[in-house]
């Protein structure tokens, strides 16, 4: 089966059955009442090899929020946007150069909420491998790739804490070749990786 079927398989059969996922796994735990939330879509592009890797960024240094921090490439949707999809197309091209008419849809994985306002829905996508890739360099200052098995599997994370006692708030951390992945990207990548069946779609 090729890898897009496979994808789409798993990610449905994953949405159709009781998973475990909780509200606090798909929210920043600083939200502690309802607040205005603004649409963003992120796009998980998976490229198609025989052991598939996860294309992630690193955001400029110079940024105002998350500066230099691992990504998904991905923004707020804009108006012109049809959907997240389109959304999550239109910054992956403007973010690294990704052509969108080479990007196989396979769906949408769980909503995040983030403490900044945003409604994030990660949209995965299959890509061919070996693309080049330009940083929009006010944006990103580097992209790589990364397993995908080694990404959503959960030996390779780790469950730390933040905060002062009494109002400790946990976050999922994974450690790839000095690259330290946290906070919204790794939270999105532990649901994906529950979402999908990991050792099963690995298999």
Do not use: C
Request: hydrophobic share 45%.
């Amino acid at each position: 089966m090729m890898l897009a079927d496979r994808l789409r398989a798993a990610l449905a059969e994953g949405h159709a059955r009781d998973i475990g996922i909780k509200l606090s796994d798909t929210r920043d735990p600083r939200i502690r009442e309802d607040i205005l939330l603004a649409p963003a879509a992120v796009l998980v592009a998976i490229t198609n090899r025989a052991q598939p890797g996860l294309i992630l960024t690193e955001r400029s240094a110079s940024l105002r929020k998350h500066a230099g921090q691992v990504a998904f490439p991905g923004g707020r949707v804009d108006e012109g946007d049809m959907d997240e999809t389109a959304a999550a197309l239109r910054e992956a091209q403007e973010e690294i150069g990704l052509p969108p008419h080479l990007v196989d849809i396979i769906g949408t994985s769980d909503r995040y909420h983030t403490f900044t306002g945003f409604d994030i829905v990660p949209v995965l996508g299959v890509v061919p491998p070996d693309l080049i890739l330009t940083p929009q360099a006010d944006e990103v200052a580097d992209w790589f790739e990364i397993p995908l098995s080694f990404a959503l599997d959960p030996i390779n994370r780790i469950r730390k804490q933040i905060g002062p006692q009494g109002d400790e708030r946990h976050y999922y951390e994974i450690m790839w070749e000095g690259r330290r992945i946290w906070g919204i990207t790794a939270a999105i990548l532990v649901n994906l990786s529950r979402r999908l069946s990991h050792a099963r779609l690995v298999a």
